[in-house]
């Protein structure tokens, strides 16, 4: 079986198989593609087991709540949040982490 050599000098320079007079050499600095950082492992699944299966919208929250009830959300900001229901009056249900309660929606924005 034989294999084509892309007619393209400059792949070819850019892997280091030679050089085309015609373009200037590639940096060796940029061959290592070992110096490329790692992608991070996936998430542990066992981490993530408090993401209810069925959500309206992840929400990130703009500022710290303390719980003013015992149903109620406490949080810091920065937290993201689960939202599994929104109320007319502007305060939503939610999960985050273990816990689960009522927080106002104008602590939050949208998370894509």
Not at 7 to 31: E, H, K, Q, R, W
Request: glycine share 8%; proline share 12%; charged share 20%.
């Amino acid at each position: 079986m034989d294999l084509e050599i892309p007619s393209n000098p400059t792949i070819l320079s850019f892997f280091g198989y030679f050089a085309d007079p015609g373009f200037p050499d590639v940096p060796p600095d940029m061959i290592h593609f070992e110096d490329v950082t790692p992608l991070p492992p996936p998430p542990n699944m066992e981490e993530l087991s408090w993401v209810p299966e069925n959500y309206l919208e992840k929400v990130m929250t703009l500022y710290p709540y303390t719980q003013q009830k015992e149903n109620e959300l406490s949080f810091t900001e920065g937290a993201v949040i689960y939202v599994t229901r929104k109320y007319s009056d502007g305060w939503c249900e939610g999960v985050t982490g273990d816990t689960e309660g009522l927080f106002p929606g104008n602590y939050v924005e949208t998370f894509c």
